[in-house]
């Protein structure tokens, strides 16, 4: 069998690992001038990405050496190009700039969009999980309250029993069923 796969990278590197620090750049260059020119280079960016390492029978590949055409890819894809790189892609090319209003919200290392503490994005998360936690904190009420009655119900059943096999014969059950049975 094979051994792992390892990847090796320096500023001399001859491989393309499909890594997102290159688009990330051209999405806050585009953002903060509003230069075309970023979005031109980054259409470029991904027709090449298309033509040289999208797969046929679907997914991307890593390049092993861009310094030939066509390139050598390496048997696999990472993780980050469609957590990442992908999603730089997206917003690079996303005209409409509230979908990410910098105002409200901060990308952290992995392309993750966090609200800004204080901003409306930030209050309306809050009033979210607020939400989902009363539901939570209900529906776990709900559950004890249902476990607490059927726990109720199976020792009011072990009690009748117990009752019709003690109750002396002939005498009414009434007198030795537990209170509960004798009203239901």
Do not use: C
């Amino acid at each position: 069998p094979a051994g792992p796969i390892t990847a090796t990278w320096s500023q001399l590197s001859s491989g393309d690992f499909l890594r997102p620090e290159t688009i990330e750049t051209l999405f806050y260059l585009w953002r903060a001038t509003g230069d075309e020119v970023y979005r031109e280079w980054g259409w470029n960016m991904f027709r090449a990405f298309e033509q040289w390492t999208r797969l046929p029978d679907g997914g991307y590949a890593t390049v092993s050496n861009v310094n030939s055409a066509p390139p050598q890819l390496a048997n696999k894809m990472e993780s980050f190009w469609l957590a990442e790189t992908l999603k730089y892609f997206y917003l690079l090319f996303e005209d409409d700039p509230s979908v990410v209003d910098f105002d409200e919200w901060v990308l952290n290392t992995e392309a993750h969009p966090l609200p800004i503490w204080g901003s409306p994005a930030d209050k309306k998360a809050r009033a979210r999980l607020a939400r989902r936690r009363l539901v939570a904190t209900k529906a776990r009420k709900r559950r004890e309250a249902e476990e607490a009655a059927l726990q109720e119900m199976e020792t009011l059943h072990t009690e009748t029993r117990q009752a019709r096999q003690n109750a002396p014969k002939g005498e009414p059950l009434d007198r030795w069923l537990p209170a509960v049975e004798r009203y239901h």
